[in-house]
């Protein structure tokens, strides 16, 4: 397939994160946006690992030029899989203490 | 010995740490024998190394590299020679007798301001010191400025009385406008020359620079030395200098401080000698300097004040030497004079010390029985500057006239007259003082000083009485000007340039002898018998009377020509300039800066959306930007 396609799927898929972190105010529904940006970006970066290595097959069939990025997603998704614990607990306190989750209400900061 | 003479600047200098870091703690005796021991030991050394110049091994010792910038290297060095050997006897000589003399007279001060006394006292010599043994001119400079300093502290040593402390700044002041003058020419030679060691820049003579550029830097050089010895335009502050206490005024008129310019312009001798109009501009200066002063020596009635005029108009003599090519001259008077304006002032500071600080003449009278000792050494120094021979003020004085009947009859004219006024306001001193009936209204009786202070008028007095007979003329004895031959040296590359004037013949300078010494003998007669009956008078001075009394309204002149339009300025530029320019511009930026902080303050909503949607537009921004400028 080519790279274009990937691209312009992470690009929608990336803008569908934005404007959902941006319109919604349901904390828990910003908080999969933010998890499908994430996730966009990982995407492209798996795609164009893929378009380097195979360049690089070209003129070295063993070379492992290009894979890296294939092993970082990976971290990324770990640390992702970890933030997404914390905020969840934070989204739980949250509610436990307002009784919502209505990110209207995290108007403190000003203060 | 010449290893050694790095020493002698050293032992005042230790001196002055030692009493004035420790003034709290040592007593009035052990500041007094720190401060004259450390100068005697100086004087030991000079004297050693005054033989040793004597036996023709003089040379420059140079310490280590005071600054070092790419080609201009200004060496720490000593110059020992025939010149600052001479200076160096003078001022640690003469320094050592004041302060001996000081541990008396400033027996009633509390022990730490005896101590501070004798710390600036020894600072002065230091740095007076290193002023003629610098090999440079920055060295010089060095000494230069820390006798301005010295002399702003002593001056202003009561610095509880404001009037004094005026004194002190007026005299600093009037230093600094004179060492911007040095300064400029230092610089000067370094652009011209490259270095400002003495032997160096002579060296390059004549040839490495025009007539024109030495003429600068000469008159610049010559603008230093009005500042430092109290010449037209800059002597105002000399007279005022008298401020400080009476040992202090000797110390500045006599042995430091004021002989530095004649001592700077006698070592840049072979610059002045190719700058002409520089050597007219000199001898000028010093002429109308010592006429002027002289007048105002004439009415004044404070003693003090009186001897000040004196100096200045004496320091007039050396500088009319200077520039009509009389070094050797101009370098005796300094000599002489250090001997008998030091036996003068202190004389003064005994009269004063038994008269219970009354300084005033019309308040003295009759005191010859009182006070013998100081009456007769008084006496002598009076002969000595009114140039009665064989006393040493004949000798040296005689020197620079005659070079100045050589140079231009109207210079010996002129100077002469001014001797005839100096013997006049001496003897009239003189004869206030000690002649005539007693006009003290005090209750105490006046008593003589005690022996550290006799002892010093009288050793002065010897030295007054004899010092000449280093520089008889030849009209004398043939080759018995022993000072000349001594100089020689220093002066030997600037004595053929000046070569051109006829040496008056010897019947001419019998003649000129022996008029001169005829009619300061009238006055001296005529002065003492109608001054020996004076008597006070209440009656307000008249005309040239009020004139002189008033010092020509010198002072009242200066005030309102530079002192009041520069307050005025100031006081424009204070209320003006200052509050409604500098103040609003500088308020301003601070309203500036708050209000805007204020307004901005309402983009901190607190709300998280917000903060997200404006991160958002602002990151989409930036990455425009960035691509906007890359591609």
Redesign the interface.
Known sequence: MPIEYYIYLAVILFSIG?TG??TR?NAIVVFMCIELMLNAVNLLMVAFSKLHHAKALVSDAATTTGSEAQIFVFFIMVVAAAEVSVGLAIIVMMYRNVYNVD??F?????? | MLKLTYLIPLFPFAGFLLAGLLRNRLSKSAVGLIGCSTVFVAFIISLFVFFDVLKGKSGTLTLFNFIEVDKLVIPFAYQIDQLSSIFLLIITGVGFLIHVYSTAYMHEESSDHYARYFSYLNLFVFSMLLLVMGANYVIMFIGWEGVGLCSYLLIGYWFKNTEYNNAAKKAFVMNRIGDLGFLIAVFWMIAQFGTTTFTDIFAQLPGGASTAVLTGITLCLFIGATGKSAQIPLYTWLPDAMAGPTPVSALIHAATMVTAGIYMIARSNLLYALAPISMHVVAITGLVTAILAATIALKQNDIKKVLAYSTVSQLGYMFLGLGVGAFTGAVFHVMTHAFFKALLFLGAGSVIHAMHHQQDLRFYGGLKKHLPITHITMLIGCLAIAGIPPLSGFFSKDEILIHAFASNPVYYVVGLGGALLTAFYMFRLYAMTFLGSERNDGHHAPHESPKAITYVLVILAVLSAVGGFAGIPELFAQNAHKLKNFLAPVFERSAPLLASHEHPSHTTEWMLLGVSTALILAIIVWTNRSYSRYQKTDAEQQGISKLLANKWYVDELYNGIIAKPLLALGGFLGTVVEKSGIDKAVNGVGKLVSYSSRQLRLVQSGNVANYVLIMVVAIILIIRLVFYIRY
Request: aromatic share 0%; no cysteine.
């Open positions: 934005v972190v941006l105010r990110i209207n995290l108007n403190r900061l000003k203060n």
